[in-house]
Structure formats: structure tokens, C-alpha cells
């Protein structure tokens, strides 16, 4: 069975600096797909990026960036030039690339780690 | 477009209530799943629907039933909760099997 472990449960960065975020997971499947979703206090669930295992390119969106190492099944992000609105709980999950029979792209979510940002 | 939209925002009930919760999108997903999260957790994955077919019940009590009307469609209705069914209930769809994009969530508090 796949698992997700997020080993920081919170995190504080200091407003327009960088912080990372730590996520591994184990799985013995060679197709999957990584996401980090954020949530605020605001409570919805707000997709940040998306991984592809078959892609050696590090995903990135805007100030949001992924350190995917694979054979080391780690994948953290990278937050550059915090700001406030950035403070969440952060989710790391992973969906296999396979349908398990009734398995329609499950996500397997690691316990979060809530990120402050200080002005 | 990646919106999922989730009616009511808060619903507060007795044990005895019937209440439903609903769910809408109109991206053409035709993957459909609720979500239970407790405070401080993760969510919890309930239902899943796959071309309005029930495709998953990860062994959710009977008092929580599951409808996909439509594709775009899902409602969740609830009958002789517990407290501790209290939770923020979360909507999400996908194309099928694909990345997954959630609703803003029910609060549900059962008196």
C-alpha cells in the first residue's frame, strides 16, 4: 500500500522569504502523480501543483516550485517570496496512475503541515 | 474553469434530521467523490462515482447515502446523524481518474 508522510507538522517563514516544504512517500508503482494542495483557513482545498512520475522536469508554478527526487520518492515544495496569503495547511498526496478496479484516481494524503508566514 | 460549488456552507442539525448536502460542477468531470475531514486532518475519502455510478464505498455507515442525479450532479444525504459525524464534508471531481479539484466544503455540526 502506498503512504505519504509529511514530517513537519509546522512551519514558519518569515514574509518574502523562501521555505520548503518536506513530503516522502513509499509505493512500488512506477506510474503515479504527486499534488500539493493547500487549504486555508478559508477551508477549500485549492490544487498548488501537480507532478508527473514519467516527468524528470520539476514542476513550478509562479513562486511555487517541486523538488522531485524519485528514487528517493521525496517531493517537497518550495515556496519563494512568502506572503501572508500563503499561510495554510499544506497536503501532500499521491494518486497511482493505475485503475484499481472501482479505483477512480484515489488520493492518498500525508497528515499536513501548517505554514505560518510572519509579517 | 475549476470550479466545484457545494450548498449549504454550514448546516447544523439534530439527530433525528434529514438534511442533504449538494454538490455541482460543470468542467465535464465525470468522476465525482466526498470527502469527510475532521479538524487538523486530512480528508477522509467516503464515496467515489464514476459516470454517475457508485464506484467506491470506502465502508461508510448507511446513515450517509450517496445520489449522482446527472454528471454534474451529487448530493449526500444524511439521516439519524451523531455528534461525531460533525465535520467539514468536502465535494471534489475529476476527469476520470485525473487531477482532482475540491469544493469549498459543508460544516456540519450534529447536535
Known amino acids: 500500500a502506498q503512504t505519504v508522510t509529511q514530517s513537519q507538522p509546522e512551519m514558519s517563514v518569515q514574509e518574502a522569504e523562501t521555505v520548503t516544504l518536506s513530503c516522502t512517500y513509499d509505493t512500488s508503482e512506477s506510474d503515479y502523480y504527486l499534488f500539493w494542495y493547500k487549504q486555508p483557513p478559508s477551508r477549500q482545498m485549492i490544487l498548488v501543483i501537480r507532478q508527473e512520475a514519467y516527468k524528470q522536469q520539476n514542476a513550478t508554478e509562479n513562486r511555487f516550485s517541486v523538488n522531485f527526487q524519485k528514487a528517493a520518492k521525496s517531493f517537497s515544495l518550495k515556496i519563494s517570496d512568502s506572503q501572508l496569503g500563503d499561510a495554510a495547511m499544506y497536503f501532500c498526496a499521491y494518486r497511482s496512475g493505475r485503475n484499481y478496479g472501482g479505483s477512480q484516481g484515489n488520493l492518498i494524503f500525508g497528515k499536513g503541515t501548517k505554514l505560518s508566514v510572519k509579517p | 474553469d475549476t470550479e466545484v460549488t457545494q450548498t449549504p456552507k454550514h448546516l447544523v442539525m439534530g439527530m433525528t434530521n434529514k438534511k442533504s448536502l449538494k454538490c455541482e460542477q460543470h468542467?465535464?468531470?465525470?468522476?465525482m467523490y466526498w470527502y469527510k475531514q475532521k479538524a487538523k486532518k486530512p480528508p477522509e475519502l467516503m464515496f467515489v462515482y464514476s459516470y454517475e455510478k457508485l464506484s467506491i464505498n470506502e465502508s461508510v455507515p448507511s446513515r450517509f447515502s450517496p445520489e449522482c442525479p446527472n454528471s454534474s450532479l451529487l448530493n449526500l444525504h444524511l439521516h439519524a446523524l451523531q455528534p461525531e459525524d460533525s465535520a467539514l464534508y468536502l465535494c471534489?471531481?475529476?476527469?476520470?481518474?485525473?487531477?482532482?479539484?475540491f469544493g469549498p466544503g459543508t460544516r456540519l455540526t450534529v447536535l
Open positions: 468542467m465535464g468531470h465525470r468522476a
Open positions: 471534489a471531481s475529476s476527469l476520470r481518474g485525473g487531477t482532482q479539484y
